[in-house]
Each structure stands twice: as C-alpha cells, then as structure tokens.
C-alpha cells in the first residue's frame, strides 16, 4: 500500500489522438526526468512480436483498429509498473486510459494519477503525421483505412476520458500543432508544478 502511493505521487497519464505527438514528448519527458516510460501499444507491440497465440490474436484486433481487452492492457501495465517500483522516479503512461471504463478500472487497481497531459492536434494534421510515418515505420496499423478507424474510436472512446479527469482538475491540454520542443517546453511547465 505504501509503495502504491509513492509510486503514484508523479505518475503522468499522456492522452490525445493517434499521430498526436504523444510517443515523442514521452521520449523528451524520459531524457529530462527520468520517468518510466510505459507505451501501452509498445507492450501490445512487445506481445504480438514475441509469437504468443495471445499474441496472434492482440495482432488481428489492432490491424482492424479495435481495442484490446481492458483486462489484458491494465495487467501488463501493472505488471511493468510493479517492476520498476522501486527505480522509478515516476511513471508516463502513455496511450491509457482509452476509454472510460479503462480509466475508472485504473484507479480501482492502481490508483489516482497527478496529471493527465492531452496533446491536441486537428485530425487532418493527425492523419498527415501517421501516414508520414507509416512510410518507415512498419506499423501494421499505419495506413489509411486503419488509420481512419482509429481515429473515430478515439473521438467516440477517448475523448471522454479527458473529460472524465477534466472535472478532477488534473488536465492539462496542450496544442500539438506547435514545432517539437514549443510543445515541450509548455510539458515541462505543467510537470515542474508537480513538484
Ligand atoms: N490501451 C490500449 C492501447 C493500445 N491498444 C491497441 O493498440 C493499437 C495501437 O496503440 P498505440 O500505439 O497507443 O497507437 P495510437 O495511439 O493509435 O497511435 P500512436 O502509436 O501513434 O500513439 C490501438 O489502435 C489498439 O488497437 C489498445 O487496444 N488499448
Ligand atoms: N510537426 C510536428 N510533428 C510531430 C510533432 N510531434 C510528433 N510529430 C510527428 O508525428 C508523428 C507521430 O508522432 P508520435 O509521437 O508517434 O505520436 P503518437 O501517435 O501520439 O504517439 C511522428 O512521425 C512525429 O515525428 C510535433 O509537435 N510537430
Ligand atoms: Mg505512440
């Protein structure tokens, strides 16, 4: 119980669109402060590379766009939140909570985040970045008809999340049209009043 709390006290949930530039303020965030960057859709990515028959069949739902179980996504956070606990200087939970439930199950089984940061780009911008990077970077979910997919279930399933930590006051949300570190540089305000 204990640990739950110190772990808890600077963990940072990273929310926004597919392409939003959420995976590269994490990796900014993680040169500057040291926080434990956990990627919900690298450890999906880690267990679909690892040929697991869970594996296969997390592949075939993220080809289509489509959510994972919340059980199997929340477990696997955990489980690498657990692993760090003692190390970690904070976490950076990236690409989770994806909709609602998934959030209020978070704070069932692990807890209350600090802050939740929402980069905000338009959707055109959004579909532009990922079918740039689509171009290298092997992604079975970056092209167009996936991409389109999910999008809308981000709209539909994840914008909601942002409103459901609005009303805790935890929000910060931050225009991700802006050049790499003009982004960052209004990340490190929001996490250097965490302290
Ligand atoms: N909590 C999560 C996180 C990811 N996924 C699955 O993994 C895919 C890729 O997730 P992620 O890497 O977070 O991708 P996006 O946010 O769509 O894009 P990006 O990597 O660009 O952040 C999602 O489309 C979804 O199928 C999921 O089901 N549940
Ligand atoms: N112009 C611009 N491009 C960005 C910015 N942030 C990310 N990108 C690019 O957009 C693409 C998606 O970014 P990524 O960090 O993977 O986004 P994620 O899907 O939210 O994790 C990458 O190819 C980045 O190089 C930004 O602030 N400005
Ligand atoms: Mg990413």
Do not use: W
Request: net charge positive; glycine share 8%; charged share 30%.
């Amino acid at each position: 119980r204990v640990q739950k709390i110190k772990i808890l006290r600077k963990s940072v949930l990273m929310s926004g669109g597919p392409g939003s530039g959420k995976g590269t303020q994490c990796e900014k965030i993680v040169a500057k402060y040291g926080y434990t960057h956990l990627s919900s859709g690298d450890l999906l990515r880690a267990e679909v590379a690892s040929g697991s028959e869970r594996g296969k069949q997390l592949q075939a739902i993220m080809q289509k766009g489509e959510l994972v179980p919340l059980d199997t996504v929340l477990d696997m956070i955990k489980d690498a939140m657990i692993a760090k606990a003692d190390v970690s200087k904070g976490y950076l939970i990236d690409g989770y909570p994806r909709e609602v439930k998934q959030g209020e199950e978070f704070e069932k089984k692990i807890g209350a985040p600090a802050l939740l940061l929402y980069v905000d780009a338009k959707a055109e911008t959004m579909v532009q970045r990922l079918m740039k990077r689509g171009e290298t970077s092997g992604r079975a979910d970056d092209n167009e008809e996936t991409i389109k997919k999910r999008l809308d279930l981000y709209y539909k399933a994840t914008e909601p999340v942002i409103a459901y930590y609005e009303k805790r006051g935890i929000v910060r949300k931050i225009n991700s049209e802006l050049p790499v570190d003009e982004v960052f540089a209004i990340v490190v305000k929001a996490i250097d009043e965490l302290k």
